[in-house]
């Protein structure tokens, strides 16, 4: 069996992508591919997890677990998404991003010994990652939030060697999460497993959240009478509706935090293009890329 887990990171995915799989569940099930509720098995993961304290799971325990989320026999690949398997939110900042990411992703791995495991996981600018991250503070000054963190140091490729050091029998698909609506078939399809995934019923909504309802049904009769040959077709006909007829105050980022001026934004979001380039050169990463 093929596990795979879709790490988030938070406020990226927002859990649409669950929500798409879900509810083709049956399209998926009849490729042998399951996507169980989250109900029915996050706190069980990290329960689990946390019990294995740093050992491998026994092929009891491991057959446990699969009993308890697993509702299609015969299944080839379980699909297991939440956004706090790396940490939650007010870990999330200590020092760097996601400090324990190694750590965790060896653990959950652990829970399924002997099947083989994927990791999938969306990055973020953190000019716009750090005061979305804040939000989901409660209570949290932004001293508070900042306090130890060169907020100039922070590196995805740092979380991402991590896990790579940690499981490097893990492969691990990255994407950054300003590309999402031009890639999202690509990562629908990498996550899932399933080669028609980016047709599924849902697959727009994505679209829909960023265009007007009539750019977004121009784009699909476009796209009807002329079905793209490539992603890279598509992609170029996504962008060009989404320029004419995208919505400027969902497209927009934010980038509110306190003291930062245009200059901390401009130097933050060279870093993380720079960061981004170091990614796509990883050994054991896949890097979904517009």
């Given at each position: 069996m093929r596990v795979i887990y879709h790490l988030g990171a938070h406020c990226t995915d927002e859990e649409r992508l669950l929500r798409c799989?879900?509810?083709?569940?049956?399209?998926?099930?009849?490729?042998?591919?399951?996507?169980?509720?989250?109900?029915?098995?996050?706190?069980?993961?990290?329960?689990?997890?946390?019990?294995?304290?740093?050992?491998?799971?026994?092929?009891?325990?491991?057959?446990?677990?699969?009993?308890?989320?697993?509702?299609?026999?015969?299944?080839?690949?379980?699909?297991?998404?939440?956004?706090?398997?790396l940490s939650y939110p007010q870990w999330v900042l200590r020092g760097a991003l996601y400090p324990a990411a190694g750590e965790r992703v060896r653990a959950l791995a652990d829970i399924f010994p002997g099947c083989e495991v994927e990791a999938h996981l969306a990055i973020r600018n953190p000019a716009t990652f750090l005061p979305a991250l804040l939000r989901k503070q409660r209570g949290r000054s932004h001293a508070d939030f900042l306090e130890g963190s060169q907020i100039g140091a922070l590196r995805w490729s740092?979380?991402?060697?991590?896990?790579?050091?940690?499981?490097?029998?893990?492969?691990?698909?990255?994407?950054?999460?300003?590309?999402?609506?031009?890639?999202?078939?690509?990562?629908?399809?990498?996550?899932?497993?399933?080669?028609?995934?980016?047709?599924?019923?849902?697959?727009?909504?994505?679209?829909?959240?960023?265009?007007?309802?009539?750019?977004?049904?121009?784009?699909?009769?476009f796209l009807a009478e002329h079905p793209p040959q490539s992603a890279q077709q598509r992609r170029q006909a996504v962008s060009a509706?989404?320029?004419?007829?995208?919505?400027?105050?969902?497209?927009?980022?934010?980038?509110?935090?306190?003291?930062?001026?245009?200059?901390?934004?401009?130097?933050?979001t060279r870093g993380y293009d720079a960061d981004v380039a170091r990614i796509q050169s990883l050994p054991g990463v896949t890097f979904i890329a517009p």
């Open positions: 799989l879900l509810a083709n569940r049956e399209a998926l099930a009849q490729a042998g591919i399951a996507v169980p509720a989250p109900a029915g098995y996050r706190t069980l993961l990290r329960d689990t997890a946390v019990g294995l304290k740093g050992m491998p799971a026994s092929i009891e325990t491991r057959g446990a677990v699969l009993s308890r989320i697993l509702d299609l026999p015969g299944a080839g690949r379980i699909v297991l998404s939440w956004d706090s398997f740092d979380t991402i060697r991590s896990i790579r050091l940690a499981v490097p029998e893990v492969p691990l698909t990255v994407w950054c999460d300003e590309d999402t609506p031009l890639i999202w078939p690509e990562v629908l399809v990498a996550v899932s497993g399933h080669p028609d995934a980016g047709r599924f019923e849902g697959a727009d909504d994505l679209l829909a959240s960023l265009m007007s309802p009539a750019g977004l049904k121009r784009m699909r009769a509706f989404l320029e004419k007829f995208g919505l400027p105050e969902r497209i927009e980022m934010e980038f509110e935090m306190p003291g930062w001026t245009d200059e901390v934004i401009d130097t933050l």
